[in-house]
């Protein structure tokens, strides 16, 4: 895959899905070697895609901001939001992230995207390591940040 | 006219998302039968009067596309319309959905006013009017 336009549709795909669905527009878009965001204690989710080419989604953020965006989405207050909210709110975001990224890399392209997983930060290899390469951006919002990657298996 | 309507996504809360924009759209809205893949949707199906269908793509189970055809291909159901609502966005499989009879689609991620808008396609404007744009929904929250 074109790693510029597959960074550019992820840039693109993070600010239309947070913008439009969960109303939290964003500050700053860090490229990709920084820490990822809230690699112990969040919540995080991974989502395969297969196609013409193959790998995963992972996103990761706080649990604070998981809450909030949760509180949200739902239209609940905070304090009535549990884990399974949490981690079934973050797996919707991973789903939009992972298809609209893909759709605006190329639409004319067919992908398959796997079910979305629930998953803790530290067991992501956000770094690719023997897997393959990442793509890592971590956004910042006005009151938090977050870390979608794609880890493209060769 | 009271409009049953069936929301079928494997993620709870987008289940609990959409039917707040639907009833916040202003429709007389009957019962909202929930189903979180196609196998569940069409044991709802089955045993229910249903006036639309709001299906997501991919699921575990039966995805929406399968679930569409089943319909389509149910005489008691072919005629219920089915909006698929889904981040699939490639050319090819939004023609899929349309060729195999879904009514219309909607990309996640999606406004308040475009889900309004297809249901007023599909269902015509609410007798009282609140989902009209005028009205200034297009700032409802989620």
């Given amino acids: 895959m074109d790693k510029d336009a597959l960074k550019t549709a992820m840039m693109t795909s993070i600010s239309d899905v947070l913008e439009t669905m969960f109303f939290m527009p964003l500050d700053v878009v860090t490229d990709g070697s920084d820490t990822p965001a809230a690699l112990t204690g969040g919540i995080a989710a991974t989502l395969t895609f297969s196609g013409p080419a193959h790998g995963s989604f992972a996103l990761s953020l706080p649990e604070s901001m998981a809450r909030d965006i949760c509180a949200d989405f739902l239209g609940i207050d905070g304090q009535r939001v549990s884990l399974k909210d949490m981690t079934g709110t973050v797996k919707e975001m991973i789903n939009m992230l992972a298809g609209n990224t893909l759709s605006l890399y190329d639409a004319n392209v067919v992908f398959d995207l796997g079910v979305p997983e629930s998953t803790a930060p530290e067991t992501i290899a956000w770094e690719g390591g023997d897997i393959g390469e990442t793509l890592c951006l971590t956004v910042q919002t006005l009151s938090s940040h977050l870390t979608l990657a794609v880890l493209l298996n060769d | 006219m009271a409009y049953n309507i069936l929301i079928v996504d494997d993620s709870a809360p987008m289940r609990a998302v959409i039917k707040k924009v639907v009833r916040a759209s202003g429709f007389d ?9 196609g196998s ?22 039966m995805d929406g596309l399968t679930l569409l055809r089943k319909m389509k291909a149910d005489d008691c159901m072919q005629s219920i319309p089915v909006v698929m609502v889904t981040t699939e966005g490639s050319h090819e499989r939004v023609e899929t959905f349309i060729e195999q009879g879904a009514a219309a689609y909607i990309k996640k991620p999606f406004t308040p006013a475009a889900i309004r808008q297809t249901l007023n396609t599909l269902l015509g404007e609410p007798e009282d009017g609140q989902g009209r744009p005028e009205d200034g929904d297009d700032d409802l929250d989620f």
């Avoid at chain 2, 809205?29 to 893949?37: D, K, M, P, Q």
């Avoid at chain 2, 044991?43 to 009067?49: K, P, R, S």
């Fill in chain 2, 29 to 37: 809205t009957g019962t909202f039968y929930e189903a979180a893949n």
């Fill in chain 2, 40 to 61: 569940e949707a069409l044991a709802v199906l089955n045993g229910n009067w249903l006036d639309l269908v709001l299906t997501d793509y991919n699921m575990p189970d």
